[in-house]
Every structure is written in C-alpha cells, then in structure tokens.
T-cell receptor
Framework: QQQVKQSPQSLIVQKGGISIINCAYENTAFDYFPWYQQFPGKGPALLIAIRPDVSEKKEGRFTISFNKSAKQFSLHIMDSQPGDSATYFCAARALNFGNEKLTFGTGTRLTIIP | NAGVTQTPKFRVLKTGQSMTLLCAQDMNHEYMYWYRQDPGMGLRLIHYSVGEGTTAKGEVPDGYNVSRLKKQNFLLGLESAAPSQTSVYFC?????????????FGPGTRLTVT
C-alpha cells in the first residue's frame, strides 16, 4: 500500500528555473517529513526535513512547503543548477510503539538542462 | 568515520542460490534498516532493527531474513534467490528516538538473479 504519493515521476527544468516536486499522504500519524537526494550509483542522503508544526522550511535554495489540512508537502528548488540533477524522494515517518520507520515516495528524476 | 558500508557492491546469483549481504556502521546507531530499490517503486523497507538482538518485518519481508548479532552490523540473507529479488539493496542506520531521525544510507548492493 503506497502511503506517500509523489509526482511527477520525472521533471526537466532549465538552468535557473524553479523545480517543484509534490507529495501527498493519508496517514495522519506521520510526524516528520524528510526529502532525500540520490545521485546515480550512490545511496540517498538527507536534503531537508520538516515537522508538521510549521508550514515552510528553507535551507539555501531548497524549500519545503507543508499543508497539513490538505496532507500535502512539496519541495521547491530555486535557481536550479545542473548539479541538482538527481532523483529526489519524499518520505514520511510514523512512530509506532517505539519503532521508527520511513515510508518513501516513488521518486522524481530531476534533470536540469543548460 | 566510514559511515555505512555494504559488502559486496555487486553480485550475480543463479535462481535457488543463497547469499548474505553485510551492512556495517561506525556511528553507534541503534536503528538499522534494509531497503530495496526498484524502478518506479522507490525505496521499500524489507526488515529493520531497533537495537542489537532485535529485528522486525518491514513492507516486503518475504524471501529475506536478517540478523543483528552486533550493534554495528546488520545482515540480510536470501536463502533461495528468485529473479524477483533482482534489485539494488540499501542499508541505512539512524540514532533513533531523541537522538534524531535522519537515516544514513550505504552505497548499495546491486544484485542480479538469473
């Protein structure tokens, strides 16, 4: 059962443009929403994360927008650069009887073209 | 610190063969995880461990077994490999609980079952 739906599956953006990736969830028990970045041949690495008590978090060119009522969150990459070309995964964490698990979206392959 | 390491990096198995994937972390993390990554399906949790001597099933545990005899190591076993287990396998670890939620991933093992 896919609990975190991610779109689009792939995205092509021109250098300098804004890249936007969206995720939606159903489980209201989720309490932590990270984004991971993965380059080819590497493992995913944490990029930025947000808790549901804030609506936005910004780190450099990367911003997470969070809409609790709509159960949606998105990643915005401002001034996109070729080095941002990677696969991006949203995720959500549920704490269940002390066991912590992340549920990942299906990923978005982002390509930044000159 | 080496972080999270995985052995081997690549492996080709014939149907019915068995193998063990080794994950090691040197960050003194309590939690460890095994994921598989398949195109269009994101990262799916196979098994995880919340401490030495403990294991629990994730989203797709069938056909896999795990052991966590030492805190720093988490082993993933395939007793009788099937072509459906062709995938890239990632190990991850985290402090867990109040120590933080970030999962640190290894570089992956690419497994092909023929």
């Amino acid at each position: 059962q896919q609990q975190v739906k991610q779109s689009p599956q792939s995205l092509i953006v021109q250098k300098g443009g804004i890249s936007i990736i969206n995720c939606a969830y159903e489980n209201t028990a989720f309490d932590y929403f990270p984004w991971y970045q993965q380059f080819p041949g590497k493992g995913p690495a944490l990029l930025i994360a947000i808790r549901p008590d804030v609506s936005e978090k910004k780190e450099g060119r990367f911003t997470i927008s969070f809409n609790k009522s709509a159960k949606q969150f998105s990643l915005h990459i401002m001034d996109s650069q070729p080095g941002d070309s990677a696969t991006y995964f949203c995720a959500a964490r549920a704490l269940n009887f002390g066991n912590e698990k992340l549920t990942f979206g299906t990923g978005t392959r982002l390509t930044i073209i000159p | 610190n080496a972080g999270v390491t995985q052995t081997p990096k690549f492996r080709v198995l014939k149907t019915g063969q068995s193998m063990t994937l080794l994950c090691a972390q040197d960050m003194n993390h309590e939690y460890m995880y095994w994921y598989r990554q398949d195109p269009g399906m994101g990262l799916r949790l196979i098994h995880y461990s919340v401490g030495e001597g403990t294991t629990a099933k994730g989203e797709v545990p069938d056909g896999y077994n795990v052991s966590r005899l030492k805190k720093q190591n988490f082993l993933l076993g395939l007793e009788s490999a099937a072509p459906s287990q062709t995938s890239v396998y990632f190990c991850a670890s985290s402090y867990g609980g109040s120590g933080g939620y970030e999962q640190y991933f290894g570089p992956g093992t690419r497994l092909t079952v023929t």
